[in-house]
């Protein structure tokens, strides 16, 4: 099984950027699509960006896009969201996830198979 973890939350002033990463261990990890989601209090969790297993496909929620980016290095196990122009309704905490199928990942199915455990992002006004 993969173990994933996040890292590079933290606050930042609206406007700011952030770069997320997620370092992957115990398994191969190109053979899993890699996402992020991210959750508010008193919200589901969503998806934020989806990238296939070579990097070839990305998907962004429309709040985001041309604001983040996805992105994997296959040969170092990790997959990084870099994160531009954020807003305060970009608060929360961020989960790496992975799945064998890219489309459960893009729908935000519960059946996802890999979860970290989230980074919490705080964007200040």
């Known amino acids: 099984q993969v173990q994933l973890v996040e890292s590079g939350g933290g606050l930042v002033q609206a406007g700011g950027s952030l770069r997320l990463s997620c370092a992957a261990s115990g398994s191969t990890f190109s053979n899993w699509n890699m996402a992020w989601f991210r959750q508010n209090p008193g919200k589901e969790r969503e998806v934020v960006a989806v990238?296939?297993?070579?990097?070839?496909?990305?998907h962004y929620a429309d709040s985001v896009k041309g604001r983040f980016t996805i992105s994997r290095d296959n040969a170092k196990n990790t997959v990084i969201l870099q994160m531009n122009g954020l807003k305060a309704e970009d608060t929360g905490v961020y989960y790496c996830?992975?799945?064998?199928?890219?489309?459960?990942?893009?729908?935000?199915?519960?059946?996802?198979?890999?979860w970290g455990k989230g980074t919490p992002v705080t964007i200040s006004s």
């Open positions: 990238i296939s297993l070579s990097g070839n496909f990305t």
């Open positions: 996830a992975g799945d064998r199928l890219y489309g459960r990942l893009w729908l935000g199915d519960h059946g996802v198979a890999l």
